[in-house]
């Protein structure tokens, strides 16, 4: 029992800690945000937000307690304003692990300035687009699935942003609670 135990503490030390997680490289934010540039409608959101935030690789796993976490680049109006960490704890039924890379779109000034204040988190209401890239299969709440390339999916603004989600690799089965907490860092002067 005490093995389980440890599993879960590291689990939540993961998700909650943002010194554990190495900082993903402008290098590697401007490469994800290429891929989604090819994907679904996010070139036309992109067009209408003016910032936006990249995770390149956010990992998650859990087993009944899951844990996710990762860090990106924040942009406004093109411009690299800082870095960000995600991470997240959910309660439910979940078993496997995943990672995946999400982009977060700002519609306007205020939205940008919400989440850029520090502290930002998603409440369980909010809702992200998946879009695959390449060959992928996976599984959910609704079943198994496959896909070749599903590259046509379209986002819509939720209180001033648009989310995606592109599928890296793993298999997660899960019906989970819980929200995405980001923390921003400005660059410094």
């Keep these: 029992m005490k093995p389980i ?3 879960f503490a590291l689990l939540v030390l993961l998700a909650s800690s943002n010194t554990l997680y190495a900082a993903a490289s402008l290098e590697k934010c401007r490469d994800t945000l290429e891929k989604f540039r090819g994907l679904g409608d996010v070139p036309e ?3 209408q937000s003016y910032g936006y935030a990249v995770l390149p690789t956010i990992g998650k796993g ?3 307690i899951g844990a996710a976490g990762g860090t ?3 942009f406004k109006q093109g411009a690299h304003t800082g870095n960000v960490s995600m991470g997240q704890i959910t309660i ?3 078993l496997g692990g995943q990672a995946y890379s999400q ?3 700002f519609k306007n ?3 940008y300035h919400d989440f850029t204040r520090g502290q930002f988190e998603f409440g369980a209401d909010a809702t992200a687009v998946a879009l695959t890239y390449g060959a992928q299969a996976g599984a959910s709440t609704k079943g198994a699935s496959a896909s070749a390339g599903d590259t046509k999916a379209t986002g819509s603004w939720k209180r001033g942003m648009a989310v995606y989600t592109l599928a890296k690799g793993g ?3 899960e019906a989970s609670i819980g929200g995405q907490k980001f923390k921003f860092k400005p660059l410094k002067d």
Excluded: E, H, P, R
């Design 45 to 47: 959101m992109m067009a």
């Design 109 to 111: 000034a205020d939205v």
């Design 5 to 7: 135990a440890t599993f």
């Design 62 to 64: 859990g087993i009944g």
């Design 103 to 105: 982009i977060i779109l």
């Design 171 to 173: 298999l997660m089965y």
């Design 92 to 94: 439910g039924f979940q």
């Design 72 to 74: 990106g680049c924040v």
